[in-house]
């Protein structure tokens, strides 16, 4: 069974750290390229940052030098993580994650986590 658990978030002073953490169970994530994605208020979902199977990373241009995302595995679940630093109001939103493929098909969601950064 495929499951989504997003943690991690809070509340957080502009310039202040945040580590989200995702478990992602289910054996089709092991393969896939997986994502850290942010949906604030009235924007579309978007995709912040991916990390191959082989650990290449992307990110969107405003959060390269301050996101970093990684991953890891075990048995049957994969573990995402964002280490996000020298938040701005901007950063806003809530976070998800999800592997690439499933986003683009309409794959379920987990509930995501809330990050909020205060000015």
């Known amino acids: 069974q495929v499951q989504l658990v997003e943690s991690g978030g809070g509340l957080v002073q502009a310039g202040g750290s945040l580590r989200l953490s995702c478990a992602a169970s289910?054996?089709?994530?092991?393969?896939?390229?997986m994502g850290w994605y942010r949906q604030s208020l009235g924007k579309q979902r978007e995709l912040v940052a991916s990390?191959?199977?082989?650990?290449?990373?992307?990110?969107l241009d405003c959060v390269k030098g301050r996101f970093t995302i990684s991953r890891d595995k075990a048995e049957n679940t994969v573990y995402l993580y964002l280490q996000m630093d020298n938040l701005k109001p901007e950063d806003t939103a809530v976070y998800f994650c999800?592997?690439?493929?499933?986003?683009?098909?309409?794959?379920?969601w987990g509930q995501g986590t809330q990050v909020t950064v205060s000015s």
């Open positions: 999800n592997s690439l493929a499933r986003a683009v098909v309409g794959g379920a």
């Open positions: 289910g054996s089709i994530f092991s393969v896939e390229t």
């Open positions: 990390i191959s199977r082989g650990s290449d990373t992307s990110y």
